[in-house]
């Protein structure tokens, strides 16, 4: 390493926590420990930490203060697999630091999204009020994967204890180029569907003989990929669907099959929820083929926060303390893909995503520069301090 790396080193907490973390095999569900040591970072700072194991999935709550207004920090520890071990440069959990950058599984998504607010919690705390914000930690071992039992069953908990969070803050990837340069309020839902058509199998030389399930098929795709959706705006992408696999079963040249599967995936905008958009489609597909069966899986939800006037808008807040820490505004964007941003928020409670960059994110050889994981732990912690 050179100077200005173990200058970096020597001096942000952030980037030492992001190495303990990230040295965890902590692959969707398994913590791998990274909650305990989580646990005894935040309790040394007076956090009560509880933690449960659900169905395989670890989660940690972690609460400080008994103020009225309640403001959580989310994120979690799992990360996917690493892929082909021969094609990184280092052990993908043996964390590494080469020309300034941090490499290793969780460098972008998101084990230093993670540290960078442990390190800002522990700046901040001192100086908060804890008779006037109730602050939460909401980790989870499972958001890379099915998210049934992470992030969703932890607001159910909150729910079931009567607790409405205010504020939330994702510590998602979400920059371009580098920490600050966008952050996200909001994001598209999603939703995969599965058509079964039927048909009548038969030989190619007796068309009459034979209903062609793929040219039913062909007929519902034109009709669902033809839909015009809202386009959508600046601030909020429109509504897409893509078809995404069509299988007939075993190939034969002479073979009119008699059934085809037709898997797709619609991003969905803030107008739409899981139930208008299923109604939708189903009208859609009826009209060309009332047979068709169709089954739903994978629902993620839409969600948008807004900007105001209030003095605790978190969007408001979030870009201040950015222009804080880089001299630059963020964009505001509500693209990409889903995150557990989405079970938190609500009318009541704003979320923001604000992240490292995420341009090596589930990649080989994934990594974040030094400085970005320095940079967000300013950010969080003049976010905090602005509480």
Same mark, same amino acid.
């Given at each position: 390493?050179?100077?200005?790396?173990?200058?970096?080193?020597?001096?942000?907490?952030?980037?030492?926590?992001?190495?303990?973390?990230?040295?965890?095999?902590?692959?969707?569900?398994?913590?791998?420990?990274?909650?305990?040591?989580?646990?005894?970072?935040?309790?040394?700072?007076?956090?009560?930490?509880?933690?449960?194991?659900?169905?395989?999935?670890?989660?940690?709550?972690?609460?400080? &203060?008994?103020?009225?207004?309640?403001?959580?920090?989310?994120?979690?520890?799992?990360?996917?697999?690493?892929?082909?071990?021969?094609?990184?440069?280092?052990?993908?959990?043996?964390?590494?630091?080469?020309?300034?950058?941090?490499?290793?599984?969780?460098?972008?998504?998101?084990?230093?999204?993670?540290?960078?607010?442990?390190?800002? =919690?522990?700046?901040?705390?001192?100086?908060?009020?804890?008779?006037?914000?109730?602050? +939460? +930690?909401?980790?989870?071992?499972?958001?890379? &994967?099915?998210?049934?039992?992470?992030?969703? +069953?932890?607001?159910?908990?909150?729910?079931?204890?009567?607790?409405?969070?205010?504020?939330?803050?994702? &510590?998602?990837?979400?920059?371009?180029?580098?920490?600050?340069?966008?952050?996200?309020?909001?994001?598209?839902?999603?939703?995969?569907?599965?058509?079964?058509? !039927?048909?009548?199998?038969?030989?190619?030389?007796?068309?009459?003989?034979?209903?062609?399930?793929?040219?039913?098929?062909?007929?519902?795709?034109?009709?669902?990929? !033809?839909?015009?959706?809202?386009?959508?705006?600046?601030?909020?992408?429109?509504?897409?669907?893509?078809?995404?696999?069509?299988?007939?079963?075993?190939?034969?040249?002479?073979?009119?099959?008699?059934?085809?599967?037709?898997?797709?995936?619609?991003?969905?905008? +803030?107008?739409?929820?899981?139930?208008?958009?299923?109604?939708?489609?189903?009208?859609? =597909?009826?009209?060309?083929?009332?047979?068709?069966?169709?089954?739903?899986?994978?629902?993620?939800?839409?969600?948008?926060?807004?900007?105001?006037?209030?003095?605790?808008?978190?969007?408001?807040?979030?870009?201040?303390?950015?222009?804080?820490?880089?001299?630059?505004?963020?964009?505001?964007?509500?693209?990409?893909?889903?995150?557990?941003?989405?079970?938190?928020?609500?009318?009541?409670?704003?979320?923001?995503?604000?992240?490292?960059?995420?341009?090596?994110?589930?990649?080989?050889?994934?990594?974040?520069?030094?400085?970005?994981?320095?940079?967000?732990?300013?950010?969080? =912690?003049?976010?905090?301090?602005?509480?």
């Amino acid at each position: 390493m050179n100077n200005t790396a173990l200058s970096l080193v020597h001096h942000a907490r952030s980037i030492h926590f992001a190495e303990v973390l990230m040295a965890r095999e902590s692959i969707t569900p398994v913590d791998a420990g990274c909650q305990s040591y989580l646990m005894h970072r935040l309790e040394k700072l007076g956090f009560a930490c509880e933690k449960h194991k659900v169905e395989g999935v670890t989660n940690l709550i972690a609460k400080w &203060g008994d103020g009225p207004i309640h403001f959580a920090f989310s994120g979690h520890t799992d990360v996917v697999p690493p892929g082909p071990l021969e094609q990184w440069k280092s052990n993908p959990f043996c964390p590494v630091i080469s020309q300034n950058k941090l490499y290793g599984r969780g460098a972008a998504d998101m084990k230093t999204g993670v540290a960078a607010m442990l390190a800002a =919690t522990e700046r901040a705390l001192p100086s908060m009020n804890s008779n006037q914000y109730t602050y +939460w +930690w909401l980790i989870t071992s499972d958001e890379e &994967g099915e998210a049934e039992y992470g992030s969703k +069953w932890i607001k159910a908990y909150l729910d079931a204890k009567h607790i409405t969070l205010d504020m939330c803050l994702v &510590g998602e990837p979400t920059a371009t180029h580098t920490t600050g340069d966008t952050i996200k309020v909001g994001r598209r839902g999603s939703l995969s569907g599965t058509i079964l058509v !039927s048909g009548k199998q038969g030989h190619v030389a007796y068309p009459h003989t034979c209903d062609n399930a793929i040219h039913k098929a062909s007929r519902i795709i034109q009709a669902l990929s !033809s839909y015009e959706f809202e386009q959508g705006s600046l601030d909020f992408p429109g509504t897409s669907l893509q078809v995404t696999h069509v299988d007939t079963g075993a190939f034969t040249d002479n073979l009119v099959p008699g059934s085809t599967r037709i898997e797709f995936n619609v991003r969905y905008a +803030w107008q739409f929820n899981r139930d208008s958009l299923v109604k939708l489609l189903t009208r859609i =597909t009826a009209e060309v083929d009332s047979e068709a069966s169709i089954s739903w899986s994978r629902p993620c939800e839409s969600y948008l926060s807004r900007s105001n006037t209030e003095k605790r808008c978190l969007i408001n807040i979030t870009e201040k303390a950015i222009r804080q820490a880089t001299g630059r505004y963020p964009v505001v964007s509500t693209s990409g893909g889903t995150s557990d941003g989405r079970f938190f928020a609500s009318d009541t409670t704003q979320v923001v995503e604000v992240g490292v960059p995420n341009a090596t994110i589930h990649q080989v050889n994934e990594h974040v520069h030094l400085s970005d994981i320095v940079t967000l732990e300013d950010i969080f =912690t003049d976010v905090l301090l602005s509480l």
